[in-house]
């Protein structure tokens, strides 16, 4: 959450400041601020509301200089206003920094500064932090800085500008992600990656307690005071990847991205002949010895990691448990050597996920991380990284990377299937051939989503959607709710229809619409069935079904077709109208899809 950047060399700062906040604006998007360091004094402009409010400010007033740091704030401690918006300063202004994260024993240490004659200008948390700098200021200010951080408690990416050393910025780490660009002559401090992909593709990651000191030409890292060497990795993703290319969203670029973000994760990692999946980074022997699977994730990722759990366990036999991150982050999970824990995040930086990881990793035999971000925390962390190769995604309800990590998760599950002698090699070559279909099933869908966009309109006046699904697709009828919920602010709710006569039939009306997804397999009567009491009670169905099912239309308002392909890889075909139909229910209603409401793409902090 919040995204930070910094810049140094022989450049307008402002310029690549603004530039690299447009990039970032995904990871939150209550205010926005900038400091640029000249002439032995930092100008600092913020502004509640979006960036383009900045922006705005900006216009006319120039803020001369070629280093500063710039932020797009996500609220944890302080309402989004001016004054609440980073960066902020000490007493004399000389000190100006920008914070991610939790400072979690700010209050006492306000309380005793104020007792020290400081004035606090903000509500937030972050403040204190550059009046703690100002007490030992006289040590210098990397002394300063250090001495700073053994006070506070919490979690944070913290880049700092010091008036006297207009050159400089200090950047310090723990648990909040920042990234280091090395360019020549210029180099830059920032959240992610795409904020400066543009100007270079060389990334250093910070490590947790990791301190920088970063000039245009040179950057040392120290940890525990200690210099240390940190690998300068080179990043394949292109800036172009990064831009809209034309469409009205981030996220419906994304969308329609999935065929590619598909291929890219799956090929390169089958032998189709041979019936053979290949990760390049996993210990097939270590998987050989796993006789349980814990998976481990939030949000879009949990639902990946819900749908993996069916099919794992129906190809390998091995019993698999799906949990929450936050939830078992505080819980007595039994994770031993025979288990195998897996971690599935598109960003690699989810605070939850990392912190659950760092209790019971070394209980573990073996661990992976499923990952988009190249070279974040998670996929450093543990034993085995599959990236999932779906590129940035900058919307910040997760589509193509979902698609991606269900493509790996499918790989993964044949794979043990082999490993574990339950699937032989015409069942692997099988499955390879049902993943090689879908990019091209996925673009069938897409060239008829005006369809989906027909139906939205119908139904984007309505208040409450109830989803079900059963067996392997019930995850997709969770996911296809929270999409609704973050990008449409209807309320939703994701149901197995096994459970609809506990409760939610209480809720039919003809206010409500159900969506049902019941393409045709072993559960499809039973999914008629749940339809017909709905029906009976004068309710609204939206049924998103395979094409040859001719029957559908008797029992639904709406139907919406999916290919056909053999029932475990219906998942895999029916997300896409999940996310069209909450994309355009979103659009319809006049909201910002790709920054909806409050949330943020990556949450880092708990
Ligand atoms: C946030 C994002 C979601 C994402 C979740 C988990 O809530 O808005 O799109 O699914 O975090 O993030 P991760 O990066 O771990 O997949």
Known sequence: MCGIIGYTGNNEAAERIIYGLKKLEYRGYDSAGIAVADSGKIKRV????????????????????????????????????????HPHTDCTGMITLIHNGIIENYYEIREELKKKGHKFSSETDTEVFAHLIEEKISMGIEKAVADALKRIRGMYAMVILYSKEPGKIIAARQGSPLVLGIGKGENYIASDVPSFLKFTDKALFLEDGDVAVVTKEKVSVTNGGKNVQRAVRDIKWTAKQAEKAGYPHFMLKEINEEPQ?????????????????????????????????????????????????????????????????????????????KTLLVAVSQSGETIDTIEAFKNLKTKAGYSLAIVNVVGSTLS??????????????????????????????????????????????????RGIRNLRKVPGLIRLILKDREKIAKIAGKYKKNRDFLYYGRNINYPMALEGALKLKEISYIHAEGYAAGEMKHGPIALVDDKVPNVFIAPQGKVYEKLISNIQEIKARSGTIIAVTNKSNKEMKKFAEDVIYIPDIDEDYYPLLAAIPMQLLAYYIGVKKGIDVDKPRNLAKSVTVE
């Open 261 to 337: 973000s598909f291929e890219d994760t799956i090929l390169g990692r089958f032998d189709e002949l041979k019936g053979r999946i290949e990760f390049e980074s996993v210990d097939d022997k270590k998987l050989a010895k796993i006789e349980r699977i814990k998976i481990v994730a939030c949000g879009t990722s949990y639902h990946a990691a819900y749908a993996a759990k069916y099919l794992v366990e129906k190809y390998s036999g091995v019993s698999v448990e799906v949990e929450v991150a936050s939830e078992i982050r505080y819980a007595n999970p039994v994770v031993d050597k």
């Open 46 to 85: 913020r502004s509640a509301g979006k960036l383009e409010n900045l922006v705005k400010k900006l216009k006319g007033g120039s803020i001369p200089g070629t280093t500063g740091i710039g932020h797009t704030r996500w609220a944890t401690h302080g309402k989004p206003s001016d004054e609440n918006a």
């Open 380 to 429: 450093r962390m543990l034993d085995g990284v599959i990236y999932t190769h779906a590129g940035p995604e900058i919307g910040v309800a997760a589509t193509k990377t979902f698609i991606s990590q269900l493509a790996v998760l499918y790989l993964f599950a044949l794979h043990m299937g082999k490993i574990k002698g339950v699937l032989k090699a015409k069942d692997v070559r």
